[in-house]
Structures are given as C-alpha cells and as structure tokens.
C-alpha cells in the first residue's frame, strides 16, 4: 500500500469571520471548528499529518494531535502557498498527499475515505472531491468537458456562465506527492484576488498530461465551508441536528429537536424526554427515564436515572443521583451531589456540596464547601458562610438534622444527628446531637405601641 499523508490547511484568519480569534478556533457544537476535521482525518489513519498554521499558530498548535507536524505560513499568500508550504515538512514522501481545509468541519471520515479510495482505485494524479449545491455562490465551479474535470474557477473569477454551474470544489483533494509537488511550482497569481490558487493545480495537471478526477460527495451538505457567522451556524446547526437524531434514534424523547442544543460527546438514557431550551454540553451523562423540563444548562456532569431537572437550572462538573429533584431555578457549582431522591429546590445554590439521600433544601439557599447528612430538611433562606474573605471553611451536619428556616452556619461548624436548629438561629458553635440550637434575642411585645405611633403621625399632617 502506498504511503498517505493529510495536509491541513489553517494559516488564514478568516477576516469574514470579522473576529479576533482565528477561524478555525472558533467553536461549533462545543468544540473548535478544526477538531471537528482533525477527528475525521485521524479515522484515516495517515503516516504524516501537517498543519499549515499562521495566525494566532500557538492556539492553532494546542489542539493538535501528538505526532502532527506544523508548518508555519508567514505571510497568507494563497491556498497553493499554503500547501507549499506544508509539503516543505514531507520532504522525501513518495505517496498521496490529501489536502483538506480547516473550514470544511462536515466533511466526515468515511466521505474522506471515499474520495482516497476512488483516488487510488482510478490511479489518478489529482483528484477534486466535488459537491452539487442548489446554490453554489461563494465556492470555486468545478468546469467539465463532457466527465472530464477541466479546470476549477473561483466565483471571483468566473463568467456569467460559469457562476451558473452548481457542481462547487469543496477544497478536498488528493494528489500525488510527485505531480503535485511540480505542479505547485507552476502556480501564478494572475486572478482576481492575486492569490496562489491551489485549484490552478488541477489545469497545470491536465496540461502536462496528468489524470484529474473529480469525485462529488453522496452527501452535499457536508461541503459546507465556513466563512462568515452565517455559515458557522448553519454548520452548527447541522452538527446539532445529527446528534438529535442519534439520540432519538436510540430512544431518547426531544420535544423539539431544533431547539436543543446537545454536544456530540454527551450520552443520554432511554425514556429521557428533553424539553426544548436544554444546553446539555461537554462530556454530560444523562441516565434512563430522566426529565428535563426547559432551559437547563448540563455542563459535564452526571444525571443519574428518574431524575426530574425543571426548568432554568445551571448543573457545572456535579453529580445527581437516581430519583432526585433539581430546581426550577437551580444552581449546581463544580462538585456539587444531590443525593438520591433529594431535593435541590428553587433558587438554591449548591457549591462543593453533598446533599445526602433523601435531603431537602426547598428553597433560596446558598450551601458551599458542606456535608449535609441524609434525611435533613434545610429551611428557606439557609447559609452557609463558608469564607470570611481569606479562606473557605466547611460545614458538616449530620443524618436526619432539621434546619430551621433563615438559619446561618458560620463555618467551621459541625451539627451531629439529629439536631434541630431553631428558626432563625445564627450556629457559630457546633451542636451536639440530638440537641436544640437556637440563637435569638428573647421577643418582647410591647400593647398598643403602633396604635400610639400612627396617632402621633396623623397629627403632624
Ligand atoms: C477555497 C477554494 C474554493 C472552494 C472553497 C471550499 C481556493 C483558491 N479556493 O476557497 O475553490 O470552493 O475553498 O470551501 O483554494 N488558507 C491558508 N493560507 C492561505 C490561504 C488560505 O492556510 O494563504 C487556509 C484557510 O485558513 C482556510 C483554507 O485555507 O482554512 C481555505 O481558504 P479560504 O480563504 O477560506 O478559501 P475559499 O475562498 O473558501
Ligand atoms: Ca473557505
């Protein structure tokens, strides 16, 4: 078998993305664009993979697999200078070169393994893999002679009869490593945008006698090359619609699949039904027969089984286990546990917090750097005052403890099980098990004192 290598091309800003981060950094479906490439060429295997990075190259460079290759293009003189440029780093390699660009993030694996397959199969030299669009504007035209691909012309450059063609370039190619680097030599810059086209390189072919191919793709809408927000998130929206229906397909329930938005990386349980508005990204679990009602973000996290999250909670790197409830209205900060079957109620915040099996903390509380034994109930309006503005200290309470409501635990403070705390009480002292805690200035009422009041003031006026 001949040897294969992968060219990438993603020197250029992108100045149509009008950004200061360089195009193919910029994410879709939660991860850069070139990701989204650089895991498709990996399933083909290649001996050599170079990245032909420019602009901001050292964030390019961090997302780069081990063992890839970059070559560093100065200047963005053009596609055929930029894999000059690359074919600099694969000095002395004699087999097929495949070129891909860093702004075609649907090309998928086997559409790439398709085209080298037909590539080889017919022994060609250059080989164009090629995309019928209903509207081709923007791309290069692929120009045949009866089968024959002829020669490729940019929209800038093409006539009014040329732009009528609708079989677009959809900057994939492979080449062999010989022709391909002769042929490079020859490329000008006489066009439109005085650049080094890389599509010159397909005439320079047929005209020395060379074999050009062109290969359309079984599926169009993987052509898509992104240059401006607008195609970033047509792509995005692409990406997303895939992993709905792979979700779907496999026994999940998404209320309205356009308007969910789920990463590729995230696994969800059957029965689950995902109301619309959910943000379930990063590396998330999500268990069987959960619900999540509308507009939670689920950020890496774990959601075991039976789990109902209603609406508008945030969950960040946290774990929620079977049967448990969260929100409406919920904050879960990194390494939070909701115990099984307990409640993490509206507007309550969780930070660095287990909440054990069966807890209940219903409503308005902030609970950080604590451990709260199973079976507590948590009043409205509890804090834990974990930080006095130099450290954070924890609060540990003990199985079945019954929080008053607008109670403060000023940590470091231990309750042992079984306690009750008064309403209202501020703990700075731990409480001994079983006991009762309280902390409140004794009530005086004081007969007829508003009655008084309201007299003198309606007087003065
Ligand atoms: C290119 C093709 C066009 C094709 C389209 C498919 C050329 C001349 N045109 O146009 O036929 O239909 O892709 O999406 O090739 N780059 C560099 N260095 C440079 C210039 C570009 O690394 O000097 C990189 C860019 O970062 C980008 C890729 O090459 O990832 C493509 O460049 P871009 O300017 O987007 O080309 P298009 O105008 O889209
Ligand atoms: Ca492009």
Not at 380 to 400: E, Q, R, S, V
């Amino acid at each position: 078998m001949k040897d294969f290598a992968v060219i990438v091309l993603a020197a250029g800003l992108g100045t149509r993305m009008k950004s200061s981060l360089v195009k193919v950094m910029h994410p879709i479906a939660g991860r850069p664009m070139l990701q989204h490439t650089l895991d498709n060429i990996a399933a083909l295997k290649p001996s050599r993979l170079v990245v032909v990075v420019g602009h901001q190259s050292e964030k390019v460079s961090a997302i780069l697999p081990k063992g890839a290759l970059t070559a560093l293009q100065k200047e963005q003189l053009g596609t055929a200078h930029a894999a000059l440029t690359g074919m600099g780093r694969l000095k002395g390699f004699a087999g097929t070169v495949m070129v891909v660009s860093g702004d075609t993030p649907l090309l998928g694996a086997d559409t790439l393994k398709g085209l080298l397959t037909r590539h080889r199969k017919a022994m060609a030299d250059v080989s164009v893999l090629t995309a019928e669009l209903d509207d081709p504007t923007g791309y290069g035209r692929v120009i045949r002679d009866g089968k024959a691909v002829q020669r490729i012309v940019e929209q800038k450059d093409a006539t009014a009869g040329e732009k009528a063609v609708t079989e677009i370039n959809t900057g994939t190619y492979c080449f062999e490593a010989g022709v391909f680097a002769a042929a490079l030599k020859d490329v000008r810059t006489e066009n439109a945008q005085k650049e080094f086209y890389l599509t010159d390189v397909v005439e320079i072919t047929n005209r020395r006698g060379g074999k050009v191919m062109g290969v359309p793709a079984g599926r169009p809408e993987e052509a898509l090359g992104i240059n401006g927000r607008a195609e970033l998130a047509a792509a995005e929206r692409i990406i997303r619609r895939r992993v709905n229906t792979r979700l779907m397909e496999s026994g999940v329930s998404i209320i309205d699949p356009d308007a969910t938005y789920i990463d590729p990386g995230v696994i969800i349980g059957r029965d689950t039904v995902v109301y619309p508005g959910n943000f379930i990204t990063g590396n998330a679990i999500i268990g069987e027969g959960c619900t999540l009602l509308p507009g939670n973000i689920i950020n890496d996290s774990t959601v075991k089984d039976g789990v109902t999250v209603k609406g508008y909670s945030v969950i960040t790197e946290s774990c929620v286990d079977a049967g448990a409830q969260v929100g409406p209205f919920a904050h879960l900060r990194p390494g939070s546990r909701v115990g099984e079957r307990a409640r993490a109620g509206n507007f309550v915040e969780l930070k660095k917090a287990f909440l054990g099996d069966n807890a209940k903390a219903s409503h308005l509380s902030y609970i950080g750097d604590a451990v709260i034994g199973r079976d507590v109930n948590i009043g409205a309006g509890t804090i834990t005052c974990n930080y006095d503005g130099y450290g954070k200290f924890k609060t540990i309470i003990g199985d079945g403890v019954f929080v008053g409501s607008d109670t403060q635990f000023v940590a470091p403070v231990k309750v042992g099980k079984g306690a009750v705390i008064a309403a209202g009480t501020t703990v700075t002292d731990d409480v001994p098990e079983d006991a009762l805690a309280i902390s409140r200035t004794p009530q005086t009422n004081k007969p007829g004192w508003a009655k008084n009041r309201r007299a003198i003031n309606n007087k003065k006026t």
